[in-house]
């Protein structure tokens, strides 16, 4: 159950030769730079949140402290795909966000990847509490869907693939 309000940014780009391995599958590492690229041109264009001119004037930002991927089928060189990002759910000093790369004609997921970002102060590399304006700000963009699994990776990428072809409608933006 969407909610009217909820947006679920989506974007669009062209597999690469140079992201490809000799098979020209796109190469399992490249989807995770994919995935972050999204989700921060994501947060930017649709929430007009920039995490580095933040992490500028706060010397505070968010790093990787671990993925998980589950790679269901490959995406081809020249292939056009599209990837969904939303906020799963956050802590005091942790986000947690998901990316959902998807064929854009068929629907068809190719990989879901879940993020564990820890805050922290850049000069320190110490986790810190998100600030009383992050926390709303968090709260403003978390996915608010009650039947999105958000705690076990396995049946949310059960729950992806069985939603194949019951896609809600979602924002887009241009192909990159």
Known sequence: MLLEEQIIPKSRFRVSFHDCDPFGHLN??????????ARTDHLRDFYGYDAYEDAKKTGKNWVVQGTTVRYLYPALLNQIVEIETRLLRSEKHRLYPEAIMRDPVTGRPHAVLWIDLAYVDLKTGRPVRHSPELVEFVERIADK???????????RVAQVVSSHGRRTEIVESEVA
Do not use: L, P, V
Not at 145 to 153: G, L, M, P, S, V
């Open 28 to 37: 399992n590492a490249r989807y995770i730079s994919h995935f972050i690229d």
């Open 145 to 155: 869907d009650a039947d999105i699994e958000r705690f076990d990776f396995a049946k």
